[in-house]
């Protein structure tokens, strides 16, 4: 009885913390399905380039403003609405008159014809002071780690070589 009441606490902390892996997050209602059954989105990296919502179910709690970091989002075959943002930090300057920070950020919904058993990468380019975005088809059997936002950030944002990636 001890070690449950030990157990349960941190198991808590560890997930807080970000030491537990990252797991995809379901967005359907519903008992799981199987993945041949499902597409898989990257959440992309918060703060930067990252999915807000998919048919309007937030990816974050809008009330918390956190929530664990995914390996994917799961989420039924066929065509999905999916609210993208860009967010960065444009310039910081330190003048006579104190600090500026420019904030740019662009947004933007998109339609996806997710397939069964697909995993699509999310991706973007900046255009002056707009941001586009897309979606790639990574088809099946996509290494599913490579959707986690650490490696999401080192392949997709540092333009870094990952393997199995």
């Given at each position: 009885?001890?070690?449950?009441?030990?157990?349960?606490?941190?198991?808590?902390?560890?997930?807080?913390?970000?030491?537990?892996?990252?797991?995809?997050?379901?967005?359907?209602?519903?008992?799981?399905?199987?993945?041949?059954?499902?597409?898989?989105?990257?959440?992309?990296?918060?703060?930067?380039?990252h999915v807000v919502a998919v048919d309007?179910?937030?990816?974050?709690?809008?009330?918390?403003?956190?929530?664990?970091?995914?390996?994917?989002?799961?989420?039924?075959?066929?065509?999905?609405?999916?609210?993208?943002?860009?967010?960065?930090?444009?310039?910081?300057?330190?003048g006579t008159t104190g600090a500026k920070?420019?904030?740019?950020?662009?947004?933007?919904?998109?339609?996806?014809?997710?397939?069964?058993g697909h995993s699509y990468v999310l991706?973007?380019?900046?255009?002056?002071?707009?941001?586009?975005?897309?979606?790639?088809?990574?088809?099946?059997?996509?290494?599913?780690?490579?959707?986690?936002?650490?490696?999401?950030?080192?392949?997709?944002?540092?333009?870094?070589?990952?393997?199995?990636?």
């Amino acid at each position: 009885m001890h070690r449950k009441l030990i157990l349960l606490p941190l198991s808590m902390l560890m997930a807080s913390c970000g030491l537990m892996p990252p797991e995809p997050k379901h967005l359907y209602a519903g008992p799981p399905r199987p993945a041949e059954q499902l597409a898989t989105l990257s959440e992309g990296a918060r703060g930067w380039i990252h999915v807000v919502a998919v048919d309007g179910q937030p990816v974050v709690d809008p009330v918390l403003g956190a929530a664990r970091l995914t390996q994917g989002l799961l989420v039924p075959a066929g065509v999905r609405t999916v609210k993208v943002r860009y967010m960065n930090f444009d310039n910081y300057t330190l003048g006579t008159t104190g600090a500026k920070l420019t904030l740019a950020t662009s947004e933007a919904v998109l339609e996806v014809n997710a397939a069964a058993g697909h995993s699509y990468v999310l991706r973007g380019q900046r255009r002056g002071d707009k941001y586009d975005f897309w979606f790639d088809d990574k088809g099946k059997l996509y290494n599913q780690a490579c959707l986690s936002d650490e490696m999401y950030s080192r392949k997709y944002l540092r333009k870094e070589a990952v393997s199995d990636c």
